[in-house]
């Protein structure tokens, strides 16, 4: 574990970081990701993930190994490619995080504020959540994006995702689709994916959670989207709100049969 | 027949219905939602996030495909709103114009309240040379004065362009620097100086 670590360490030291800003970030990206082969710091949140998944807390010392996914009690394995759903314990649709948060309250009877405290970590303030959601994920490598829409709240969450992803509002007039609705375009050298594409968004939803070299953090859905608000200018998301879990839900739905490859590795 | 017809048309009609109220209804339910989830910071308020104005408002309903004469009306109104300079110079300082360009700051929620905001132009448009890293959403704007000229109707037209996008193309990307308070009128004469300024060097 620690080897690995040193291992991580010792590569990211041998890339230049003015490397990024060269012609085109995402060939630099490409490059940074042959080099660490196989490997991504991401795993060591995996692993601590997996930790946590099983470690046993709460006053009644309980762990989350009987926390329903989606698929059942306990199953972790293809879970995340059929969130968000519909979970008719609390008749609403829920994505990964808010069932995480679900779970660490009504098994591990940890308060809400317990159960979504540091939900993004930094440097010495490490984010459980971010762990688990590192686990969890990385459970679903290799199969399909396969979110339902059937039940008509799984269907009012993805109308309202596609809603706010069209909302234009904010000081700048902008909505998701000024960034995210034509093909091949640029913030300065930055390429966005076109989320109204499929082959776009399997690519880029495929590819979250990942961790991130810029901030040396895996980052989850919930912290990339918080994120797009903040560049948006629109108003600060609370953690884990619906509203983010209903553009994730328009989003997967847009990436359907994307093959799933994360945690991955980005900027 | 004429009954098939009937049958047909009250059927589209009823459909018809049915999903404009849905639109509606989801519409109101997003609001009601995002009046839950988020909170203003910084500069970044909700009051700006929930009172769409009627750009906003017809952009968001219509993302792809808005009638002709509702795109039209949008322009004229929002032509309107602009504001020239009072004291008939439109341009400023081309340096200052290029630092406001480069400065991808203002109004976002980590920004600061009443902060100097940038204009950002570099994230989507080539202006000088110089500066490779520049995005492609809007056209290139290099050499603009060199080939457009510096006659009153296109800079009068320019200043009108930054200060309100929508005066002629409804629904473009561009922010509304002048009508949305971002850029201040000097900041805006700067910008232009960028523009058409033969020391420029976007015109070299």
Redesign the interface.
Known sequence: MRLIASIFAALITMIPLQGFAGNSSTDEIAKYRQLLADGNPAELWEMRGEELWKKKIGPQSVSLEQCDLGKGPGVVKGAYVELPRYFKDVNKVMDLEQRLIHCRITLQKLTPEQAAAVPFGSTGNPSDIEALVAYITAASRGMKIAVSTTHPKEQAAYELGKRFFFYRAGAHDFACATCHSKDKQRIRLQELPNLLNRTDAQNTYSTWPAYRVSQGEVRSMQHRLSDCMRQQRFPEPRYASDTITALIMFMAKNAEGGVYDAPALKR | MKIILSAIAISLFVTGCATAA?QTD??K??VA??E??????G????E???N?DE??KA??AY?LDMPDEQMEALQASQLKTVKYPADGNYLGVWKEGEKIAQNGRG????DQVKGTNGGNC???HQLAKEE??????GPSLYRYGKLKGDGEAVVKYTWAKIYNS?AFTACS?M??FGH???LTEKQIKDVMALLFDKNSPVNQ
């Open positions: 849905m989801t519409g339910m997003l939602r995002l839950e989830d988020f909170s203003s910071k500069p970044a308020t909700m700006r996030m929930l769409q750009v906003q952009c968001s993302p109004m976002q929620s980590s570099y994230a989507c490779i890293s520049f995005g492609n959403i929508q990307n922010p509304r949305s308070e971002i």
